[in-house]
């Protein structure tokens, strides 16, 4: 199938798909005679496990190191401490993240005694 085609299958832009295979991201796509790009069923497999891995929030130089790793059939335990890596950075995200949530409700929750004096200072100044 063609990278059209890859990319509603995978939901990877096809210029995403494109850099991806650059950096080596992904396996080397096989081209057909014309030079065009031939993606597989395998092919389209690993797409959606990096798209899943970037949802995740796994970031792109690690997850090119993972991949190479699992393309060249390298060491699992290299693989998980990886994974552990990404998985410990995702969790102080979503706590940067919920602590960012919980000011914002606070404010929301409060907007009369909190908000409302430090707005009104702000008011009138020039910007």
Known sequence: MNIKKAAELSGIKADNIRYYEKIGLI???A???NGL???TDRDIQALQF???MRDAGVKIEPLTRYMKLVIENGDVE???EILRQQAAQLKLEIEEK???YNYLTYKLEHYDEVMNPIEENIEN???
């Open 27 to 29: 396996p080397k796509i």
């Open 31 to 33: 081209r057909k005679e």
């Open 37 to 39: 790009r031939h993606f």
């Open 50 to 52: 990096v798209k899943h």
């Open 78 to 80: 290299i693989r998980k």
């Open 98 to 100: 919920q602590r960012a």
């Open 125 to 127: 100044q020039e910007f």
